[in-house]
């Protein structure tokens, strides 16, 4: 094509955008007579080109549309809604025509007669209405070819040629643009500006401030002052730039050894200008985020012209720089989620004044740095996202299970619109809605290494927060070992950096075979890198101390248990070969300063092994607890999933956390046994046996006391926490402790005894065929410590008596029960245990008794046989054997 | 079937001698310091870092489904390719010497030889007392059927 052509092409194609963006803003204040001017020279610049360039087709509709711009600008006829359709209608001729131009390097075909005549008729049929133009400053004189005359030059305008005011306006309203950026600027001349914006006058220009404005004189003439250059030239100049940092790289690590070497200052000198190359290279191929959003204006305005919503869209942060690669990868994306909010996210009118809210809906775009990333943000005040809807449509996609679902937060529920093929909206308009969506965006955003997160409030609306990063081609990265490899990590996704095991202050726990790490009272699920990765066992064997690399990716934190951490270095990504792409974890290979190449692992690759679900957990374990009593003790608990909602049992008394196959789990006539360690162990399930997992694995807690154990099937282990444990709703039903606020939701917590007694029953009641070991009296005045011990005595053979209060123990002992030990509590009350404890020593029925007390801390104490801490299982058991085994021999 | 003269980078694998068309060769070199890629396909042997650029190496006789070799990969030669902009190195036994083959030496490549072999197979030259298979470096490079049919 001939460059002429091509220039034109690729010119007109940015200035119709511009027009875009103008109208729509022009539409909004048809009083802004400097939007308008720019829209009529870049309408008139296309014309006057194709007249040079023997566009016969593309002359006739911009000059059509030239001519109705141009009574828009004399006032001669108003400007309404259809008039400014009918304008963009023209454009978008216009680009159709280009676009084909573009494709072939000829005018494509085509009937452009009824458009023309549309034109036509608006810029006639109006001209006659009685709107009085206004008077212009002088009379324009005209040529004989309708040339304008020009006051500066002193001449006749030649065609294509735009005079030295509407060049004037033009770079003024340019500015304007470039306003709203938080660049610097003088307030006098924006004043200015402002004043000749709204100035009625048709030239508008002839009111402009004082040529002290230098930006004024600047742009004069833009040819001198930038180049077209193409993208391949730009990306090759990087490609080599990255190649110098490597070398560079390498040259330090080199000198590095040596001592005194006299290669010391040139190669910082080096190491300065590539550095400084590598910035300004960068620089090239930045690009203002705004380049992505020049469309939106116009979609915005189509939607609401379309569905017959009033919708204004701010943008803020236009100027915003990011990689133009990043730039590309990100429009569509940006594109799709705004359309989305004007689509689904923003009501009718007359839906948001019955929720009285303001007629007219906001989307909010918003582009800001913050630490290395760009973040754009998407808010809409619109009905936010229907969480019912997209619970139903999870499980009617079989994503979840109901039970499942509804233990669930909001949050979490609105994470599905990330989902393969999901969509809830109800109609699928021909904008969206069409099951292609946000799970693309995601992928797109990913891909780039970046991550998205959303905020939805039923009715107030919605926001998306996407960050990315600023740069694909250079990264600083963490160098870290595994198993005798090592591997780069981004920088950007490390929060922190733990030791663990020997010697360290943390150490990994297991649930459920997910390893853990407990990190200031959050659970941080782990990922060992060798194991993820299947790396061969490294020479050393397995080591005792491990580092473990805190990652977050968008909302997600999890950690990378690693061998050793080397170094931080910046690296240059290079992608990895085509046969490899689509290895999971991996998002490419570099070159270290040694020569080494190492692969690049891929933060979200690697949460995504660990599974939805577990992210999904530790992102509940960040929420930090609502409840925050005072008084009430704290437990660990295990939380899990059973029937409807979560369900907490104590930690103390689970001995196990099992996954066993379904297949394992054997029935019989209404029991089920599995074969575990050696022996049969009853299963039951909260719900009944036909909640039993039918496929896959089957989660279960196992309850173990000395050769009896039973196991508790449940649907999912969801967490292990610590919390106080006020029960604000006592059981209404056997089986139930209560219900305890946990981790800020209601939750019940079972009653480990009545399971076990049912499996006894069910296991022929062997238990309690055995012979009792003694009698126990336990006074304790918190609900849970009873029942956290009646049936773990109860499973070592005693048979237990659990009261709350001194009084209910004296009155048993009016009744005549006796016992063989007397437990208490020590610390919540001391004064009255002492008193209990002396006035037990005395009584003729109970002064034989022993007397065992709970501490938390080990001591003695007067009048009691022993202390025991209460979580200390094998402690308390022992202390009792001995203590009745001592009283006996004292019998 | 004629085909016009043309010189041959020939090696070893397995045994077996190979040869590829030299204009398709971008350099022959040794292996040094080999990174294995983690979860990647069989084959691939690992990336190295030759002259500033990462190669792909990918081993022949895994690729063929042959026994690995038994000295590992130091020390090894690879026939460096280009493809779609990427560097490849495909590790084979032993490097001979670069041949001026005729096309009237060419033959199609016969039913009889191993089905695997024939895979990769472009024909065959009939040497003086042995034969040299014409290797479809292409098709090499791709995963074998049998692993992208599953």
Not at chain 1, 252 to 257: A, E, G, S
């Amino acid at each position: 094509m001939d460059d002429l052509l091509s220039e034109f092409l690729t010119e007109t194609t940015e200035n119709l955008e511009i027009v875009d963006i103008e109208l729509v803003r022009f539409e909004a204040d048809p009083s802004d007579q400097a939007t308008l001017n720019n829209i009529f020279r870049l309408v008139h610049t296309v014309k006057g080109t194709c007249g040079f360039l023997g566009l016969p087709r593309l002359e006739g509709v911009a000059h059509a549309g030239e001519t109705l711009l141009g009574k828009f600008r004399d006032h001669a006829i108003e400007v309404t809604p259809d008039l400014v359709t009918l304008t963009l209608r023209c454009v978008d001729r216009i680009k159709e025509i280009v676009a084909g131009l573009g494709e072939t390097g000829v005018e494509p075909d085509g009937d452009d007669s009824a458009l023309l005549a549309d034109l036509h008729a608006a810029a006639e049929g109006k001209a006659a209405a009685p709107v009085a133009p206004p008077q212009p400053l002088r009379p324009a004189r005209v040529g004989p070819n309708g040339e304008r005359w020009d006051e500066d030059l002193q001449r006749f305008l030649r065609p294509g040629e735009v005079s030295l005011a509407d060049l004037e306006t033009a770079f003024r309203t340019t500015q304007r643009g470039a306003d709203e950026a938080p660049a610097p600027r003088l307030p006098a001349g924006r004043e200015a500006v402002k004043q000749a914006a709204t100035a009625p006058a048709p030239f508008a220009a002839k009111a402009r401030p004082e040529p002290d404005d230098e930006e004024a004189h600047g742009p004069r003439d833009p040819a001198s002052q930038t180049i077209r250059v193409s993208v391949d030239v730009l990306e090759n100049l990087m490609t080599m730039v990255s190649e110098l940092v490597l070398t560079r790289n390498s040259l330090l690590q080199m000198v590095r050894t040596l001592n005194d070497s006299e290669f010391k200052t040139p190669l910082q000198r080096l190491s300065n200008i590539t550095a400084e190359l590598q910035d300004r290279v960068m620089k090239t191929r930045m690009q203002p985020v705004g380049g992505a959003w020049r469309k939106l204006p116009r979609i915005i305005r189509d939607i609401c012209r379309d569905v017959g919503k009033k919708i204004e869209l701010k943008l803020e942060g236009e100027a915003v720089e990011l990689d133009r690669q990043v730039l590309e990868l990100i429009k569509d994306p940006l594109t799709h989620m705004v359309r989305n909010s004007a689509d689904h996210g923003i009501e009718s009118p007359a839906t948001r004044i019955m929720a009285g809210k303001p007629e007219t809906g906001t989307i909010h775009l918003s582009a800001r740095h913050e630490g290395g990333h760009i973040i754009i943000e998407i808010a809409d005040d619109g009905a936010g996202l229907n969480t019912t809807r997209i619970r139903d449509k999870a499980v009617e996609k079989g994503l979840l299970t109901a039970a499942e679902a509804a233990a669930l937060s909001d949050a979490q529920i609105h994470r599905f619109i990330f989902a393969p093929g999901f969509s809830t909206a109800a109609a699928v308009t021909n904008l969206s809605g069409r099951g292609v969506g946000m799970d693309v965006v995601k992928t797109n955003i990913e891909v780039i290494g970046g991550a998205i997160e959303l905020h939805s409030v039923e009715g107030q609306g919605t926001t998306f927060r996407i960050q990315i990063p600023l740069t694909l081609a250079i990264v600083s990265a963490l160098i870290l070992g595994a198993r005798g490899q090592r591997f780069a990590a981004p920088q950007t996704s490390v929060v922190e950096l733990v030791r663990v095991g020997e010697g360290a202050e943390h150490k990994i726990d297991e649930i459920n075979r997910l390893k853990v790490l407990r990190l200031r009272e959050r659970l941080l699920p782990l990922i060992d890198l060798g194991e993820v990765l299947k790396l061969a066992p490294g020479l050393e064997g397995e080591r005792a101390v491990h580092t473990v690399v805190v990652m977050q990716v968008g909302a997600a934190r999890f950690g990378l248990v690693v061998d050793d951490v080397h170094d931080t270095e910046e690296i240059v990504v290079k992608p990895l070969a085509s046969l490899l792409r689509g290895t999971p974890a991996l998002s490419g290979a570099t070159i270290l300063g040694d020569g080494a190449v190492v692969v690049i692992l891929d933060p979200n690759g690697l949460a995504a092994t660990l599974g939805a679900a577990r992210v999904e957990a530790a992102k509940a374990a960040h929420a930090p607890a609502l409840l925050a009593q005072t008084g009430a003790e704290e437990k660990s608990l295990v939380l899990f999933l059973a029937g409807d909602g979560e369900k907490a049992a104590p930690m103390e008394l689970v001995t196990r956390l099992e996954d066993v196959p379904c297949e394992k789990i054997e029935r019989a006539d209404g029991r089920a046994v599995l074969q575990y360690r050696g022996a049969l162990m009853t299963i039951l399930h909260p719900n009944g046996l036909h909640a039993l997992a039918r496929e896959g694995s089957q989660p279960l807690l196992v309850f173990a006391q000395d050769d009896f154990a039973f196991g508790l099937a449940v649907d999912r282990i969801v967490d292990v926490v610590r919390e106080r444990v006020t029960f604000d709703l006592t059981a209404d039903r056997p089986g139930l402790l209560g219900v305890s606020v946990i981790r800020g939701k209601a939750t019940e917590v079972i009653d480990v005894s009545y399971y076990l007694a049912q499996a006894q029953a069910e296991w022929g009641d062997r238990r309690a065929r055995r012979a009792v070991k003694g009698r126990l009296l336990l006074v304790d005045q918190s609900a849970f410590a009873r029942n956290m011990l009646s049936p773990l005595l109860t499973a070592a053979g005693y048979q237990i008596e659990a009261v709350a209060s001194v009084e209910d123990a004296w009155a048993l002992n009016k009744r005549g029960d006796a016992f063989d030990a007397i437990m208490t509590d020590l610390d919540s009350d001391r004064q009255s245990a002492a008193d209990f404890a002396r006035r037990l020593s005395q009584d003729p029925l109970w002064g034989e008794a022993a007397r065992v007390a709970f501490s938390g801390e080990a001591r003695e104490a007067e009048n009691f046989a022993e202390v025991v801490r209460k979580s200390d299982r094998a402690g308390l058991l022992a202390a009792l054997d001995y203590a009745l085994k001592t009283r006996r021999n004292a019998a | 079937m004629s085909k016009q003269a043309c010189d041959y980078v020939t090696f070893e694998i397995a045994g077996r001698m190979f040869g590829t068309d030299v204009s398709t060769v971008h350099d022959v070199f040794r292996l040094e310091a080999l990174t294995p890629v983690p979860l990647a396909r069989p084959d691939v042997a690992g990336l190295l870092n030759l002259r500033g650029r990462i190669v792909t190496a990918v081993d022949a006789r895994r690729r063929l489904g042959l026994a690995p070799r038994e000295q590992g990969y130091a020390g090894a030669m690879a026939i460096g390719v280009e493809r779609g902009g990427e560097s490849y190195g495909l590790v084979v036994d032993r490097v001979g010497d670069v041949l001026r083959l005729d096309g009237e030496q060419f033959e199609e490549t016969p039913a009889s030889l191993d089905e695997g072999w024939r895979e990769v197979s472009r024909g065959i030259f009939r040497l003086k007392g042995e034969l040299l298979v014409e290797l479809d470096m292409d098709r090499m490079l791709d995963a074998p059927a049998a692993a992208t049919a599953v």
